[in-house]
């Protein structure tokens, strides 16, 4: 009987012909692998012909071409073994089909034997090992088929079981996950297709959920390119033999699989310490070595679900927490505050807080958003005590549907009064950020309290509006500034349009701009506003005869480059609002003046006011010499004017507040 031969490699530069018949060979090895064809098509038809009792006899390969006289010729080497062309698949049938497939496809023959699968997994380890994670690993073992009068479907059921555990020790010996990819009953019985689950190529894209409130409790795993292929085979040989068949291919050497779900110990860990701070219970688990790759928000995720059964009490979240608050009534007061159209408010004091604590002389306010499933805003008010930040009342506010003017002024106004008449607080400073209903609020409750900004918002305020390149900025009133200071030149302004939106602090109701109490007069506008009012007419003047010192000179710049420089400022689009070697310097000032007091010695005058010109008069010099018309517009309008220097300057009062930023609130409203 005929067997089928290993055709020779073709060994001649630049042969690319395909292996075809005889009349399309192109050179000796061509012709010698077209003539091998033929001879292994013949030996298939005589193996299926003749049955065996042993069906690998069909499938041995016998390496010696020179018995069916294969000319060598210059191209031909010694043939070598290989597998046969891949079967071709039969109809695939599922496993609830109760039906006979009596028909059997080929056989594919592994490179490795083994007794047994522990021999096989044992064989996989040391190899995996040894080339660490990068290696191709094809065996089979036999075992007896213990099916004997069972149906097919229950066969099926059983091979697919084995295959499912045979998968689970592969990931433990390879300390690589593999997922199932198909699984389909065939006629010699089943096959199954795996990836590993850190490939990239199998990666299955995200289905993110447009509610930012359900978070998972697991992270992404990373994914390598390590191109992976795990084929296990179920044969039913006639014997009454099982033969099961793997096939591995694994090309990258990347990090071992561990499971991104919470282990059960650390689960009981987590449900032990349910009233505990989420954070301390991450770092009481992340402490132990084998479970240091668990992230800290899946801790909090777990922990948040597990002690959800102690909080919510409805489905819809605003009535959850108004009933959460009624059941501890003896431990918060629930701050009823007058409703508002399209206003959605819940306050809460803290009662045994807020109590204990008398003269309180400073109190900070702020606000955070985007965390609750309702985008509620969250404000707390925290009360300064022996350098601690201790928290007194909240505020849930939502505005979103009220068309109603200054409705969060109004709602915070009303939230502050609550908690000022319950609790008898009458600070003497209340620190806030930017935000103008918050200060409005604060205001109208204490209108003795020196209301001053947080530092860190300022400077962070002023840093991103001298970093941008825009020329326009707020409306400046020369006239308004020469009758504060006379040092102020009313001629020296921006030649630039004003920009109505470039403003620090305008009310957001759409009230016009806000002007902090002041015992110093305030100049109003002489330009005129109003729908029916016509714009101002500019008329271009012709230039100075003594120009300014220009950017270029302040930088250093001479000769033909001053020349080039003082050519290119003509161009709106070349000059800077504040050039990047003035920023350190400007932020740097604006500090000092924010810290300046008269009971603090300094080079300027011990009154309030004598502080006052004197950061007037730096201001001015650092933008006059420097040749930023529009950043010292952008600074008086915003920061030095009258009515903006009292929120931010500590001067213009008699004491001097303990804090400086609102930091004590930032860390209350941060999570843990």
Not at 300 to 326: F, G, I, M, T
């Amino acid at each position: 009987m005929l067997e089928p031969l290993q055709p020779p490699e073709c060994n001649q530069k630049g042969c690319k012909r395909p292996i075809a018949s005889l009349q399309r060979a192109s050179c000796q090895y061509h012709l010698d692998a077209a003539r091998l064809r033929a001879h292994n098509a013949r030996a298939k038809r005589q193996a299926a012909s003749k049955p065996h009792s042993d069906p690998l006899i069909s499938s041995n390969i016998i390496n010696d071409a020179s018995k069916i006289g294969l000319g060598g010729g210059s191209g031909a080497t010694e043939p070598t073994p290989t597998q046969p062309r891949k079967r071709k698949r039969v109809e695939s049938k599922s496993l609830d089909e109760n039906k006979h497939l009596s028909k059997r496809t080929k056989w594919l023959v592994p490179k490795s034997w083994f007794n047994s699968q522990e021999e096989l997994l044992k064989a996989l380890r040391v190899d995996y090992g040894m080339k660490k994670g990068v290696l191709v690993f094809d065996a089979a073992y036999t075992t007896p088929d213990g099916s004997g009068k069972d149906s097919m479907e229950k066969r099926n059921e059983n091979d697919l079981n084995s295959i499912h555990i045979l998968a689970q020790s592969i990931w433990e010996y390879t300390r690589r996950r593999w997922t199932l990819k198909y699984q389909e009953v065939v006629g010699y019985g089943v096959q199954t297709k795996w990836y590993c689950s850190q490939d990239c190529d199998h990666r299955r894209p995200t289905q993110k959920n447009n509610d930012e409130s359900k978070h998972r409790d697991r992270e992404s795993m990373e994914t390598y390119e390590c191109r992976s292929k795990l084929s296990i085979r179920v044969y039913h040989q006639d014997d009454n033999m099982r033969r099961v068949h793997i096939h591995l291919e694994h090309y990258a050497n990347h990090p071992q699989y561990y499971d991104i779900d919470l282990p059960p110990a650390a689960l009981e860990i987590v449900q032990k310490y349910q009233w505990a701070n989420p954070a301390h219970v991450a770092q009481q688990i992340r402490s132990q070595k084998e479970w240091q790759h668990i992230k800290t928000y899946q801790i909090r995720h777990v922990w948040r679900k597990l002690s959800e059964k102690n909080w919510r009490l409805n489905e819809d979240q605003l009535v959850s927490a108004h009933a959460l608050l009624k059941k501890h009534v003896g431990d918060v007061d629930l701050l009823e505050i007058e409703s508002i159209e399209g206003v959605i408010t819940l306050g809460f004091g803290l009662k045994h807080i807020a109590s204990a604590l008398k003269n309180v002389v400073e109190i900070g306010m702020d606000a955070t958003y985007n965390t609750n499933a309702k985008d509620l805003e969250l404000y707390v008010v925290m009360a300064e005590h022996d350098n601690r930040g201790i928290p007194i009342a909240y505020l849930f506010l939502s505005t979103a549907t009220s068309i109603e003017n200054l409705k969060r002024k109004n709602a915070l106004e009303a939230f502050l009064r609550l908690i000022c008449d319950k609790y008898g607080l009458k600070p003497r400073f209340v620190h806030t950020d930017k935000d103008v209903a918050e200060i409005r609020a604060a205001q109208a409750v204490w209108p003795d309290a020196k209301h001053q900004l947080c530092q860190w918002h300022q400077q962070r305020a002023v840093k991103t509006r001298v970093m941008m390149r825009k020329l326009a900025t707020t409306r400046y009133n020369a006239r308004r500034a020469n009758s504060a200071y006379q040092f102020i030149d009313p001629a020296w302004k921006p030649r630039v349009k004003s920009d109505p939106n470039d403003n620090e602090g305008d009310d957001v109701d759409g009230n016009g701009p806000y002007v902090a109490s002041s015992a110093s007069q305030v100049i109003p506008s002489t330009q005129p506003t109003g729908p029916n009012v016509l714009p101002k007419i500019r008329l271009m003047l012709p230039p100075r005869l003594d120009p300014l010192p220009s950017q270029a000179t302040i930088m250093g710049l001479d000769g033909d480059e001053e020349e080039a420089a003082v050519d290119e400022e003509e161009s709106k689009d070349e000059r800077q609002f504040c050039p990047e070697p003035f920023r350190k310097p400007l932020l740097a000032m604006i500090h000092r003046h924010a810290n300046a007091h008269p009971l603090i010695p300094g080079d300027h005058a011990p009154t309030a006011e004598g502080v006052r010109e004197w950061a007037v008069r730096k201001a001015y010099n650092f933008c006059r010499d420097n040749e930023l018309p529009e950043l010292w517009a952008y600074l008086w309008e915003n920061w030095y004017r009258s009515g903006r220097w009292e929120l931010w300057a500590r001067a213009p009062c008699s004491e001097i507040p303990r804090l400086r930023t609102t930091m004590i609130c930032e860390s209350q409203l941060s999570p843990p």
